[in-house]
């Protein structure tokens, strides 16, 4: 079955970095793309960024152009998303996510902090 697990969330200081990992399992990688969703207490689920199954287009949520950056790599069905100059209002759990077909499968999320 579908298995998405996320690591690399933490405590750091504003203006800090950290990279997350998404490692996936249960289904052809390469065939679809991905997508990190953030949800910080008491908002709705937001879209961060995505990925087209061979990396050739990435798009990012406003808020974090030019800070976060999307990435993949096929042979090691694995997800990446780095981090910088990350802000307070950052603060959030973040979650892997794929749709396959009209299903939409999630990790288990990892908690970023971002806080002096």
């Known amino acids: 079955q579908v298995q998405l697990v996320e690591s690399g969330g933490g405590l750091v200081q504003p203006g800090g970095s950290l990279r997350l990992s998404c490692a996936a399992s249960g289904f052809t990688f390469s065939n679809y793309a991905m997508n990190w969703y953030r949800q910080a207490p008491g908002k709705e689920r937001e879209l961060v960024a995505d990925?087209?199954?061979?990396?050739?287009?990435?798009n990012s949520a406003d808020s974090v152009k030019g800070r976060f950056t999307i990435s993949r790599d096929n042979a090691k069905n694995t997800l990446y998303l780095q981090m910088t100059s990350l802000k307070p209002e950052d603060t959030a759990v973040y979650y892997c996510?794929?749709?396959?077909?009209?299903?939409?499968?999630w990790g288990q999320g990892t908690q970023v902090t971002v806080s002096s």
């Open positions: 996510n794929v749709r396959i077909r009209v299903n939409d499968y």
């Open positions: 990925i087209s199954p061979r990396a050739s287009f990435t």
